[in-house]
């Protein structure tokens, strides 16, 4: 007798991924098939679909009434240009000034971005907060291996790494869901 399994998995680390490489969503689909000398015969279907993470980002900033909502273009095209996830500069403004809501007055930094004692560095607008910061994350941390909430965490956070850390990934899962919707 020759028995059929279908099996349909959505694979998290490949969503990531293709967020990660510009916002294409893929879903796979495995048919297995134990043939008469009872081996087993696989195919594989790659579905796929493309995100606009601008509308991804947009989104999410509505969602928490984020005064970043007109800069979700300027999140994409700093993180395509310095390699970096795109969810990153967002889901840590979320967690340092919950998304730009609460920070010193005329920083524009909403990332907590060398602010520790006394020091405090500002930007002169948004986008100039973005880039900068989106810099200075490609340079001293995704240079370094850092890549990830996870292994950023410890450096960029020291005190409180683990509750920063919870909280970056869980506005990124967030970005993951909207997308999954759009």
Known sequence: MTKYIKIRNQIAGLVLTAFFLGGTLYSTQVEAKENKENRIEKSFTIDYKTVDRVIVLEKFLEKYNS?????????VRVADKLGLDYRLLPAISCMESTCGKFLIPRTYNAWGWGIYGNN???FSSWEEGIEKVGEGIAKNYVAKGLTTPEKMAPVYTPPNSTNWRNGVRFFMNQMDELAMGI
């Open 67 to 75: 005064p970043l909502i007109g800069e979700a273009d300027i999140f």
């Open 120 to 122: 405090v560095i500002g």
